[in-house]
């Protein structure tokens, strides 16, 4: 953790609302690039760390969605993070985060081309992601066809957040499963 | 760039709480940072490597940990340590044989309830007393209660998060986009994750029929499980008369280790004999026919009832054991003329205890290291070991249920169960690491921790408070020894002291308390009857919500399939009208209106749209 003292105004330091407790992520996330991050952050430094330093983080590394998590949480939608989209990722991944809150996030990383709604061409790249690419094409249609018939409840060909919320009901493990330990 | 600022308006717009919310996880989230510490990293690795399932194990183990803890401290603080001021001195002799076997040098250490001063302890002549007996009665009391109301919040917060509707849980789609575990770390069980859900994907596809199997089949089916349900049953009868038969036996030799081993070798044989009738039915079911494939949905549904039966049989056999010895206990060692009855239990139990420890880390070694072993050398199809969460689990409620019947006869029991636990989650951790697989089928953690945590409260901590509360009413202590020699039963102290206070006037109210709501039947049942009312009321209240929830699911079915119906009639309507400025004339034909795609439900909903938006109706008057 190292003997240096991390400096934050007050005014940030309560808009954080913890002491030397955050710390730990910070750490985390200056760790990344001790070069770039400064210590002092009373003066607000706009510092972004890029894509490639977020996603070599050991807990993301082997994850086939970390790119999709980077770019949902960045400011600039390309997976580029300031503390703060930082700090949100892991808060929304860690054991505190209600069901809807993260049901929210997780929509939006299997959205993948940002539209609302996950359609048929977002559920063959989850699946592709999800099995290395290993099912043959007619596979990965069949299995986007059922699972767009089983959670469409309004007919229209894609699922829409609440389809998905309806969906999360049935699996009680979403809480536990979608979570990262830092 | 202009995506962010177009995404970043959207998550304003759409749900400004979210931001607030985000804040408030960041507080907690640091916060609960450092109190997670004990074991952090450990927990991440075994998370990471083997998924979320595993980790449920260790979580429970910690869980347990801290019970134990917490009692250790409050009996340590509050009985112990005033007892060390009071102690007589000890004459036996140490020999190392005391450890095995928990008589000897320790019959005469604040080990067991036998050496507890009835005295009021003071210091000094006028000093500020303390009372041994009511201290002993109300920490244990207080400590089952604070047990008991921990177990009964983190039981109903638990099957709230994960409320179990069983119907609905076989969904593909859920099972696609919500059971990804991220968790998972390590880049060779990643891809192993990627693999199983790759395999279950391409199966399910290729082979959907449902199987049906012949009449001779299911007949042979039948009578497996009969059979397998007759042996477990056999030979937890055998099990029980057997210890009930060797503890009459053993009366008169009490420090006869031998036989307290024997006594827990019986029944772990039976579980592994169960357990080996357990696994040639599964294999009989799915393998015994080589010809059919089973679906994945067919081999879960399998491996669940599986799961449920092989729980059942253990629970039933561990439930009898128990019941047995509490049984053998409370109405003989009791009731028997020996000095002490209170610290031959302790004693019993301190062995029980042991011999359970013994066995957890030989079954380690067997199941896990041997098995690897011979899976990689031997016999090659059996492959590496996965680790038996169920089997895991249940023999840590045994060892908790034992150590909470313990406190009472033994207080620093907890202390001695509390180093176990460490022993046992850094055995089980190396065990893990070197010698298994992660899991290949799906293990629904949050709902198997739900239940265990059921198990934990209903049979094991309601049957503990029921034998203490037997223990504390009914039997009378021993004459000679310990903090409640010479009264009719324990629970006399404190009657004995209420009336000591009513002859103050300032703890009137005590008394009061005391005459007309602990010890009053009419209060009991008032309250009783009063919470009947009340989990009736709430009872109606979850159904009205259910019925209202199919209500509403079918408003939103007709809702759309209205719309796409209208659609569908402004289109023919639309060919009508071009084809009549053709010239051509159109036979008049009725529309019949077919759902989209043949979904039982949904068509079935529609026939009998008790409750159309009042949009549709109008909308259909408007074309027609």
């Given amino acids: 953790m190292g003997n240096k003292q991390t400096i934050f105004t007050p005014e940030q330091l309560d808009a954080y609302q913890v002491q030397n407790k955050l710390n730990g992520l910070f750490y985390r996330y200056r760790d990344l690039a001790p070069q770039l991050v400064p210590l002092d952050y009373t003066d607000k430094p706009d510092v972004t760390l890029p894509y490639e330093l977020i996603g070599s983080m050991p807990e993301l590394k082997d994850n086939p969605f970390r790119q999709r998590i980077a770019e949902v949480f960045s400011e600039d939608g390309d997976g580029n993070m300031t503390l703060d989209d930082f700090l949100d990722m892991f808060s929304v991944l860690s054991e505190m985060a209600p069901r809807d809150l993260k049901a929210y996030y997780a929509f939006k990383i299997y959205d993948f081309n940002n539209d609302d709604y996950i359609c048929k061409s977002d559920l063959e790249k989850t699946v592709n992601k999800l099995t290395r690419n290993e099912l043959t094409p007619e596979e990965v249609r069949l299995v986007c066809e059922k699972v767009i018939y089983e959670a469409d409840l309004d007919n229209d060909g894609k699922l829409s957040l609440e389809d998905f919320q309806h969906m999360i009901i049935r699996a009680p493990d979403f809480l536990s499963t979608f979570h990262i330990r830092i | 760039a202009s995506m962010s600022t177009r995404e970043r308006i959207k998550a304003i717009q759409k749900m400004p709480e979210t931001m607030k919310k985000k804040r ?106 303390y009372n041994m007996q009511l201290a002993y009665i109300f920490t244990v009391g207080i400590y089952f209660v604070i047990c008991l109301l921990i177990l009964l919040f983190s039981m109903a917060k638990s099957f709230c998060r994960n409320f179990i509707n069983p119907q609905t849980y076989s969904g593909n789609a859920s099972k696609l986009l919500c059971t990804w575990d991220f968790n998972v770390t390590n880049e060779k069980a990643v891809k192993l994750k990627q693999k199983n859900l790759s395999t279950q994907e391409g199966l399910t596809d290729v082979n959907k029929e449902v199987q049906n ?109 128990i019941g047995i010895l509490c049984y053998y206990w409370l109405d003989i060692v009791a009731e028997s003329k020996s000095q002490c009855w209170e610290t031959l239990i302790g004693q019993d139990i301190y062995r029980l205890i042991l011999v359970d420890f013994i066995f957890c880390l030989l ?123 010479g009264l009719s039963s324990m629970f006399a102290a404190v ?130």
């Fill in chain 2, 213 to 321: 199997f012949s009449v001779t089949e299911r007949l042979v089916h039948i009578l497996l499980h009969l059979g397998a349900w007759a042996a477990s049953l056999g030979i937890a009868v055998a099990a029980c008369s057997g210890v009930y038969f060797l503890s009459i036996n053993n009366l008169e030799v009490r420090t006869d280790f031998a036989a307290c081993f024997w006594r827990r070798i019986f029944p772990h044989g039976c579980l592994s004999y169960t357990k080996c009738k357990l696994w040639s039915v599964r294999s009989n079911m799915t393998n015994g026919h080589p010809t059919i494939v089973p679906s994945r949905e067919l081999t879960q549904q399998l491996s669940v009832q599986l799961l449920v039966l092989f729980l059942c049989r253990n629970i039933i056999l561990k439930i009898s054991i």
């Fill in chain 2, 363 to 485: 079954g380690s070694f067997f199941g896990e290291f041997l098995r690897r072993i011979i899976g990689t050398t031997v016999c090659v199809s059996l492959g590496v070991p996965e680790f038996d969460i169920a089997r895991n689990v249940l023999d840590l409620i045994y060892a908790q249920t034992l150590t909470w019947i313990g406190i009472l006869f033994s207080p620093l029991l907890p202390g001695i169960q509390m180093i176990s636990f460490f022993i046992v989650f850094y055995t089980k951790k190396v065990s893990l690491m070197k010698n298994c697989q992660p899991p290949r089928q799906v293990w629904r953690a949050a709902q198997m921790t739900t239940f265990f945590m059921f198990l934990l409260f209903f049979p094991s901590l309601i049957g503990v408070l029921s034998v203490i509360a037997v223990t504390v009413w009914r039997l009378k202590p021993s004459e000679e020894c310990g903090p409640f020699r």
């Fill in chain 2, 495 to 624: 009657s004995e002291w209420i009336k000591i206070l009513e002859n103050y006037t300032g703890s009137k109210w005590v008394v009061w308390i005391y005459n007309n709501l602990i010890t009053s039947e009419l209060f009991f049942f008032i309250l009783s009857i009063i919470f009947l009312i009340i989990t009736y009321l709430y009872w109606q209240i979850i159904e009205g919500r259910k019925t209202m929830v199919k209500l509403l699911r079918n408003q939103i079915v007709n809702v759309s399939s209205s719309f796409s119906f209208i659609l569908f009639k402004t289109q023919i309507q639309d060919v009508h009208q071009k084809a009549e400025t053709v010239g051509f004339a159109v036979p008049g034909r009725k529309v019949t209106w077919r759902g989209s795609r043949n979904h039982d439900e949904k068509t079935h909903h529609l026939k009998e749209s008790s409750m159309p938006p009042y949009s549709y109706v109008s909308l259909c008057l408007y074309i027609t």
């Fill in chain 2, 24 to 129: 408030e996880i960041r507080n907690s989230l640091s916060e609960h940072f450092h109190q997670l510490w004990l074991w952090h990293k450990t927990l991440k690795i075994i998370g990471g490597e083997f998924g979320t399932s595993v980790l449920s194990y260790f979580i429970f183990l910690k869980w347990l940990l801290s019970f134990n803890i917490f009692s250790f401290l409050i009996n340590f603080s509050f009985i112990t340590v005033p007892q060390f001021i009071a102690a007589e001195p000890n004459n036996l002799s140490f020999t190392g044989l005391e450890l095995l076997t928990g008589a000897g040098y320790f019959q005469q250490t604040v080990l067991y309830y036998g050496f507890y001063t009835n005295a009021t302890i003071s210091k000094t002549e006028n000093g500020a007393s």
